[in-house]
Nanobody, 120 residues
Framework: QVQLVESGGGLVQPGGSLRLSCAAS????????MGWYRQAPGKQRELVAA???????DYADSLKGRFTISIDYAKNTVYLQMNSLKPEDTAVYYC??????????????WGQGTLVTVSS
């Protein structure tokens, strides 16, 4: 059973930075895509950034230039560097992965979420 464990959330002042990490573990698999979504109170979950094994990356247009996604395939870990944070970035951030099993099945997995609060 593949699991995603997130870390790095917390309280930060406006203009500050945070780095989220998400590590995938459990069983024998390969990462196909890995990324981050967020859900603010009263809003739908939205894509923040994602990266694929092909090397392609995708960002929410409103976050380009402030957020950077990176991945270490050797560690099955994806990172989200968040700079110049704003109060409207406050949300629960969820890690997402599509993994390929050794029987060539593709499975989508979600993390439990980590809260990011931007406030003075």
């Amino acid at each position: 059973q593949v699991q995603l464990v997130e870390s790095g959330g917390g309280l930060v002042q406006p203009g500050g930075s945070l780095r989220l990490s998400c590590a995938a573990s459990g069983g024998d698999f390969r990462i196909n895509t890995m990324g981050w979504y967020r859900q603010a109170p009263g809003k739908q979950r939205e894509l923040v950034a994602a990266t694929a094994v092909s090397g392609s990356t995708d960002y929410a247009d409103s976050l380009k230039g402030r957020f950077t996604i990176s991945i270490d395939y050797a560690k099955n870990t994806v990172y989200l560097q968040m700079n110049s944070l704003k109060p409207e970035d406050t949300a629960v951030y969820y890690c997402n992965a599509v993994i390929r099993t050794m029987t060539n099945r593709y499975i989508e997995v979600w993390g439990q979420g980590t809260l990011v609060t931007v406030s003075s």
